[in-house]
């Protein structure tokens, strides 16, 4: 499966921003999605992941009741809706797939799409 996001950019904090990422080959309908983000000098981390087929989702911490992920099958389509933005989401977002579980185990997400900066100011 082929990975393409988009919709990052340059928010204020406390806006709202929302991250879309189009699934191309691959049956998209069997792959558990999730966003990660990467900081500059920090690692890699998972900030959201939903099931194959959506009834399941994982949330890291700092952004439980602040971020939405969701999918449409039909259109292989996973979104990320990021509301009350903080300085400290600053980062490139990636989605990525993965066909194994549990939904946060970031090791298991194989396949990758290129990053969208998110730009967070104060």
């Known amino acids: 499966v082929q990975l393409q996001a988009s919709g990052g950019g340059l928010v204020q904090a406390g806006g709202c921003l929302g991250l879309?990422?189009?699934?191309?080959?691959?049956?998209?309908?069997?792959?558990?999605m999730g966003w990660f983000r990467q900081a500059p000098g920090q690692e890699r981390e998972l900030v959201a992941a939903?099931?194959?087929?959506?009834?399941?989702?994982y949330y890291e911490d700092s952004v439980k009741g602040r971020f939405t992920i969701a999918r449409d099958n039909a259109r292989k389509t996973v979104t990320l809706q990021a509301y009350s933005l903080k300085p400290e989401d600053t980062a490139v977002y990636y989605c990525?797939?993965?066909?194994?579980?549990?939904?946060?185990?970031?090791?298991?997400?194989?396949?990758w799409g290129q990053g969208t900066q998110v730009t967070v100011s104060s």
């Open positions: 939903i099931s194959w087929g959506g009834n399941s989702k």
């Open positions: 879309s990422c189009a699934a191309s080959g691959g049956t998209f309908g069997s792959y558990n």
């Open positions: 990525a797939a993965s066909q194994g579980l549990p939904l946060h185990a970031a090791s298991l997400y194989k396949y």
